[in-house]
DNA sequence: TCGATACGTATCGATGCGATATATGATGGA
DNA sequence: TCCATCATATATCGCATCGATACGTATCGA
């Protein structure tokens, strides 16, 4: 997806800042399946304000410089639909963890499992996240009866589902990896 | 990682060329969680060349253009080795399902299943296909003693894993998000 | 008081992707 | 049989995007 469309995504669910959209990218829903840098948002947002997808208007601030405050046009809704038309790019993970793992037999040992510990608490971090988030919006709609966005929770659950998963498996292999490492070593001598 | 490390890496393994190297990110051990473009390939091989990290010989071929074999110089493994000792960035999953599916009340209810049942052959297809190349070096290691790269089989496991666990939950939940988008429908009618 | 963090907009250089060009042989379906 | 497609192989170009940086104020804790 590209920096525009997901500038459009975020302001269908609201007008937003540059700032605000790249927080939405960090902490907010789509944080862990799409991101984007301030270096793409701001000249998205420049185009789309050309293109009349968007309008901005100030917004004044008492001591900090004023703010941008960006909202869907019409154009722009309808542009957004249309690109929810597209077939979706095939998935993608990137992990530069497993990369220096599958050279673990020339990492020190301690180092393979000060990494292998760091990303085990990531993950966990992540779960506990984005869980966090979801049982809050759960709980918000129990007391007020308004219903969940299907969607929004099929996706927030794939995530934890993941991020789960990734932690379970660096923790279930941990020691025996580092077992490996060990053996590997001594038959090395 | 940039893409002149991962052609260190791939090297590191063997002599290879740069359309080897393309296929390494493909259909090899790296395939699930690292990639590179032709258009990254073969500058960062120039630069490594001009550098001294690899060095290159051109094999004749019959009828098709020569290809030019890269291999690693002790510099160029030195630099390797060196780049192993970062610290590795942070995972990342990227997903353009997931946007699509963020947004499913605004799907039609059958394109959404038919994204939910491409995403899972999809998913089920690289569980087959690392799990598949896992039991080959798993049958010869059998055959003939020598030993398994803890390292490799590691990473080839998480990348089962993982896969795995994201077919299983679109499986498990795609009749309930459709149910739900039904409803949705329905009651916005 | 001083550094870190948050808010907020903006740009620049480098990196890397995807498409495309150029060749040729093999394979396979209409 | 013929034509398209795929596999082998190298290479470049334009564009999108990232990460770092710059600029400026306010707040909060050590």
């Known amino acids: 997806m590209d920096v525009r469309t997901l500038c459009l995504a975020v302001l269908s669910k609201g007008e937003a800042t ?40 100030a917004m004044e601030q008492d001591g900090r410089p004023d703010k941008k405050m960006y909202r869907l046009t019409a154009q722009g809704q309808a542009t957004f639909h249309a690109a929810l038309t597209v077939d979706p790019e095939p998935d993608q993970f990137r992990s530069d963890l497993l990369f220096l793992l599958f050279f673990a037999c020339h990492l020190p040992p301690a180092r393979a499992a000060t990494l292998l510990d760091a990303a085990t608490a990531s993950y966990r971090g992540h779960v506990a996240r984005v869980s966090g988030i979801k049982a809050e919006r759960e709980a918000v709609s129990n007391a007020t009866g308004q219903p969940l966005d299907p969607g929004r929770e099929f996706v927030a659950g794939f995530g934890i589902t993941l991020y789960q998963a990734a932690a379970d498996y660096l923790d279930a292999n941990r020691d025996a990896l580092l077992a490996d490492l060990q053996g590997h070593a001594e038959a090395a001598e």
Chains 1, 2 share one sequence.
């Open 18 to 57: 540059g700032y605000e959209i790249k927080k939405a990218f960090e902490e907010g829903p789509f944080a862990h399946f799409q991101r984007a840098s301030f270096g793409s948002i701001y000249p998205a947002l420049s185009r789309l304000l050309a293109e009349g997808l968007v309008e901005a208007h």
